[in-house]
């Protein structure tokens, strides 16, 4: 039944954003395959959600998605910034992107502490929702660790899990890390993250042992990259698509890199300013102008499992955006992200 939902749900997918966003039905957009060119041209949707008003806690900004539609509906969880908590993951779930602004907001209760980034995906040999996020653990250096939660009912908040460390002791060749991110193939999970000097690490655990049994990680891409790294399979080819976020000055921007495998080595396809994935070179406003950046996002994926795949053929790209003015003389924490989303121009 699982594997008809998500069947489902990808055939619903493209119609969903659409109608949300109202756009005309995708007829295969742009000209030459971006895959192949890395000629990439985007319009921004309007702002889709925003911090949610919480007068015991206000909030400054939504951001970090991760997201899967799955039995008709979108499961949306992000981070939130806020007064008295600075970093917590937050749950809704919606039928239309029009209505992802008035969905209830729900906290998951995993912890109490820090904990943030997520990525959710259906991990199919166990029959379990996995979250992966970054938490805090005072006893290892650094604190900041990769962690997991886990649950049989994704529309449950309640239901995940107390955090779970994904290795049992510090890497030691490891002194920073960020953004943590699963894909897996038919043998391995591969985690990914970057340390916010230009690298991307990897480190890979058998299928039976996942989420512990990590190698030690190893650098797979040096270049101009600052941080969520977020990685994918091509429906109907035999690619990973790589995407990475830089930046410059104050605006965020996204990378794209292309590898035949997840063990493999990663080229460049869209690695510049002016020829990115998306950033204010190749993206137009679909109704007003309110992001100059484009900042950790997630792919809307054709299905829901720990293969995230998605369709070359019909990509949209949920994203973190502000303006430059509603960014000035903000603190870092305090910046109001809010999401939207790109689709390809015609």
Known sequence: MRYILSILGGICLFMNISSAMGAEPYNGGQTNDPIQTGVFRWIASPPLASPADRLSDPCFSVKDP??????????????IRSQKRTHQIEYSTFKDWNCANEASRHILSVTN?????????YFTPQK?????YQ??????????Q???STTGDIADPASWSKPTLLFRSQPDN???WIDFWVICDDAKAH????SLDGRLWRSDALLSDFPHGWSQPEIVLQADIFEAGHIYSLKGRNQYFALIEDQKGSRRYYKAYLSKTLDGEWAPLADAWDKPFASLANVSDKDGHWTDSFSHGELLRSGC?????????????LFQGVSDAAMAGKKYGEIPWRLGILEPAK
């Open 305 to 317: 499992d720990q293969k995230l795949e998605a369709d070359p053929g019909q990509l949209r790209f």
């Open 191 to 194: 985690l990914f993250f970057t």
């Open 146 to 148: 990769p962690a997991c």
């Open 128 to 132: 379990k929702w996995y979250l992966i």
């Open 113 to 121: 502490g820090y904990f943030c980034a997520p990525q959710v995906f």
């Open 174 to 176: 490891i002194k920073a």
């Open 66 to 79: 991760t997201v899967v539609y799955y039995e008709g509906a979108w499961h949306l969880f992000c981070t």
């Open 135 to 144: 938490t805090a653990d005072a006893s290892r250096k650094p604190a900041l």
